[in-house]
């Protein structure tokens, strides 16, 4: 079946109505990743865009149509290392244990739980929907967030300008902790982030499957919302946001840029990088490459 | 559903709607003519307001849509154009 | 009847989890607690416990995953002490106001700073409000004992609250005693199998569990959760008859007390001290005071009603804690003790003993001195300034 179809055919698992900003990335993320996997999951949203998107809903009403909890901000793998681990024990192998996570709940005060259920290697399937900072409170800095960026926590200010630091780049820390599956992905290149998806809900049968996935914000970058596929597609294109992915067979880049856009052109028209000045613009572009460099000697090219 | 005894309510039949139609100030309309079922808008749609219908084809539903424009600016044919509400198709 | 083995206070928790048939355990290191959780990872890698060992990596992963355990309806275990315990604060408070019952094993230890790492109470008094039921032990049979009935509490369809069984770092964690121990059908034939289903992730029957909730129906939830605990005494109550009546061993409920018939001075206990409390109070008997103990054996809910009665009609009491109250400059369960008898304090004298932090000793001379103190003020009604156990 074509990633078009598999779209088509499956049912949404989320409330329609959902108060995610217009043209956001988690938004679709969510519902792609659920579409996927289907009725038989349990999925954990914790604190973040989703959950403020009313995923786990509202009094008396659920956001979306499986069984769902908000896990703490911090314990998302621990928690669902025991959900997994009863389901195993009760023989049922057959449900999916899924969350779908903001780039705070996995890289900042998340990273410990996570780290360790990957190292146990549990039966889960860790989806980051990665924009890049504290959006849902009002955009704050991340680890993820890219040098330079205006956020509230590192305003543009006539001493500093914008977050000092480069980004942690949490999928390859991740794919060194003896996992099943590690892959990125982004909205963008959707063929290839449906497959990701079945192929980690695959390999969570086995043991941890991680993806993390590029999630444009247009509320907190600054962009009109119907650039969410563009802002994706031209990161994919200047390697800012590499697609690659590590299975039994090692590390593989799954889409080779010919040409890479120039950072200074990936970072044009969205108002956090506005300010950029040319130095820090050339420490973006020198991160980017150097990080490409990594993952195409870990792919096997030389 | 009814409260219960300690805590947690619900299931999915209720589910948790928002109108989020209201929010939408441009209406995306496909022009069928130029449409050549390729689906893009379907898969980037991040409301899933565009399905598929029997007949293989895509059409847009208004009920959540919130009018973000993003079929519009992906569609490779330019087949759908973003229309201020309430204003004159 | 059962197998007598000489075991650490530890290995009684151990052994007492164990008899429960725990469908998980979260295992991770602290001191004094560590060798409760590795005896049982002993039995799991042995084949001779079928449990899920999850060998997690910290003390808020521990907590966490046997939550997630019992959202998808299992019975589980974990054990803690002190900076552990703090760690894990974020999901234990949530454990208690899901309402999951479980069974956690708190080996007692100081709060740093400064650094510590022996004895004290201070770790579970502080979290003694994040709606847990807690419980102390003072010697390891009850340990067993008491892990095999808190299950039976926390699962009890009218409570539904996790509980604490708490006994003192090093005094009663490290100590051998010999501990008769149940048989595993004498356990199965008192423990039925764990059944509760208002908070399960089912993908057959989906809920939402914990959506955004809002303040008048979180206080719903609120005042449920305090009716449960007004509930806890007479399950107490009841559990402790059916196990005594099963097993011999009767325990008194929610408090113990000791020769406070025609006593006229109480000394208030709780936990590993109370040993030499009875030492000193037998001491004080030969020397003509008419010296009784009452032991807390359950701090939350707090026993007012029972210590209340405990202490009708005496002249004079105080209350030795482990731990201190910042707010009061008192020991907490002193506060706690005149808090139970409200204006009634006043008929009394009475004066709150501080002693055996961080690894200090509390001795029988010790509690002989608050006793004699006691004697010496018997008559006067008034609150005497807060005694510590402190040597020169």
Known sequence: MSYIDVLREAEDQVTPGASACQGCGGELILRTVLQIAGKNTILGVPPGCMAGAGSVGWNFNSGVRIPVTIPLLDNCASLFTGISQMYQRKGREDVNAVIVAGDGATADCGFQSLSGAAERNEKILYVCYDNEGYMNTGYQRSSTTTKGSRTSTTPLGSVINGKVQHQKYVPLILSMHGLE????????DMKDFVEKVQKGLAASKKGFAYLHVFSPC???????????????????KSNMFPLWEKDENGYKINKVIKDPMPIREFVQGISKFKKLTDEQIDSIQQMVDTRYAELERLAGKE | M???????????????????????????????????????????????????TDDKKYKITYDYCKGCGICAAECPRKAIEMVLEGGAE | MGVIKVLTGNYSASEGAALCRPDLIAAYPITPQSSVVEYLAGKVH?????????????????????????????RVFTATSAQGLALMYEPY?????LRLPMVMAIATREMTSPETIWSGQQDAMSVRDAGWIQMFCDDNQEITD??????????????????????????????????????QEEVDAFLPPV?????????????????????????????????????????????DKEFGDKFGRYYGGMISEYRIEDAEIVIITVGGMTGAGMDAVDAARENGIKAGLVKLRFTRPFPAARVAKALEGKKAFA??????????????????????????????????????????????????????????????????????????
């Open chain 1, 181 to 188: 599956y590690c892959a990125t992905a982004s909205p963008s």
């Open chain 1, 218 to 236: 247009p509320t907190g970058w600054g962009y009109a919302s119907d650039q969410c596929i563009a802002v994706a597609r031209k990161a994919v």
């Open chain 2, 2 to 52: 009814a409260e219960r005894a300690y805590i947690t309510p619900i299931a999915d039949e209720d589910l948790y709607v928002l109108d989020t139609a209201s929010w939408r100030v441009y209406r995306p309309v496909m022009d069928k003519s130029k449409c050549v079922e390729c689906g893009m808008c379907m898969t980037y749609c991040p409301v899933r307001a565009i399905i598929g």
């Open chain 3, 46 to 74: 042995n084949g001779v416990l079928d449990s899920n060992l999850v060998q997690v990596e910290s003390e808020h992963s521990a907590m966490s995953v046997v939550e997630g355990a019992a959202y998808a309806g299992g």
């Open chain 3, 93 to 97: 408070f949530r454990m208690a106001t």
């Open chain 3, 146 to 183: 008491m892990v095999i009935q808190a299950y039976k509490i926390a699962e009890d369809e009218g409570v539904l609250i996790p509980v604490n069984v708490c006994y003192d770092g090093f005094y009663s964690s490290h100590l051998t005693t010999g501990v008769d121990l149940p048989l």
């Open chain 3, 195 to 239: 059944h509760f289903n208002h908070a399960t992730l089912d993908p057959d029957h989906p809920i939402s569990l914990d959506p955004m909730t809002p303040g008048n129906l979180l206080m719903k939830y609120r005042r449920s959760h305090l009716e449960a605990m007004k509930r806890v005494p007479e399950v107490v109550d009841r559990i």
């Open chain 3, 319 to 392: 209350v030795i804690d482990r731990s201190v109250c910042f707010g009061w400059s008192c020991g907490p369960m002193y506060m706690e003790t005149k808090a139970s008898l409200a204006d009634a304090a006043d008929q009394y004298c009475h004066f709150s003993a501080i002693g055996g932090l961080g690894g200090a000793d509390i001795s029988t001379d010790m509690i002989y001195s608050t006793i004699q103190k006691l004697e010496d003020n018997k008559e006067t009604k008034t609150e005497l300034e807060t005694q510590w156990y402190i040597t020169e």
